[in-house]
T-cell receptor
Framework: SQQGEEDPQALSIQEGENATMNCSYK?????LQWYRQNSGRGLVHLIL?????REKHSGRLRVTLDTSKKSSSLLITASRAADTASYFC????????????FGSGTRLQVQP | DGGITQSPKYLFRKEGQNVTLSCEQN?????MYWYRQDPGQGLRLIYY???????QKGDIAEGYSVSREKKESFPLTVTSAQKNPTAFYLC??????????????FGPGTRLLVL
């Protein structure tokens, strides 16, 4: 079963603009991760945020986590055409199960 | 050159046929996973294994089987009982860290099509 929803399902922006994607989940988590998928390819890990963290940065990426609202956001600053991809949030529950539960993803198109 | 490989890239299945998807990793990871992705959707967990000779069902295990005879290998068999097997199959592996927080590394995927 899908863990939750991502919003928006699709996003189209111009190069240089910021892109924000949101993710909601249903259960208590150990951590939340964001992955990127280029069309027809495997997934690439972007960033991990633990349940006791509220914000994390990595290069042009900024992730926030609000465990009280069971939600997270991914911000990509100064987007580039090469950022065009699908972005997925995935959660690891605090039950000890290590496998990821994915959201439905946001398809980002960055126009040059 | 370390990584996780999947083969074949494309696989065609005839009615009533079992097919096996290969997944190999040389990252010395303890855990391996199989996910299914349908068009425009996120990934759903089929099976996972945290140690050799042991594996657990995921959320959509019906019609699939796996084995973990070697640490490096985690093949997935799509049986004839899986009535709608057309999908993109992704294998992943990870370490197992105390307290969790592992990153999963994904293979390039196998696209399974039914003839």
């Amino acid at each position: 079963s899908q863990q939750g929803e991502e919003d928006p399902q699709a996003l189209s922006i111009q190069e240089g603009e910021n892109a924000t994607m949101n993710c909601s989940y249903k259960t208590s988590i150990n951590n939340l991760q964001w992955y990127r998928q280029n069309s027809g390819r495997g997934l690439v890990h972007l960033i991990l945020i633990r349940s006791n963290e509220r914000e994390k940065h990595s290069g042009r990426l900024r992730v926030t986590l609000d465990t009280s609202k069971k939600s997270s956001s991914l911000l990509i600053t100064a987007s580039r055409a090469a950022d065009t991809a699908s972005y997925f949030c995935a959660t690891v529950p605090d039950t000890g199960r290590r496998a990821l539960t994915f959201g439905s993803g946001t398809r980002l198109q960055v126009q040059p | 050159d370390g990584g996780i490989t999947q083969s074949p890239k494309y696989l065609f299945r005839k009615e009533g046929q079992n097919v096996t998807l290969s997944c190999e990793q040389n990252l010395n990871h303890d855990a391996m996973y199989w996910y299914r992705q349908d068009p425009g959707q996120g990934l759903r967990l089929i099976y996972y294994s945290q140690i050799v000779n042991d594996f657990q069902k995921g959320d959509i295990a019906e019609g699939y089987s796996v084995s973990r005879e070697k640490k490096e290998s985690f093949p997935l068999t799509v049986t004839s009982a899986q009535k709608n097997p057309t999908a993109f199959y992704l294998c992943a592996s990870s370490l197992l860290l105390a307290g969790g927080g592992e990153t999963q590394y994904f293979g390039p995927g196998t696209r399974l099509l039914v003839l």
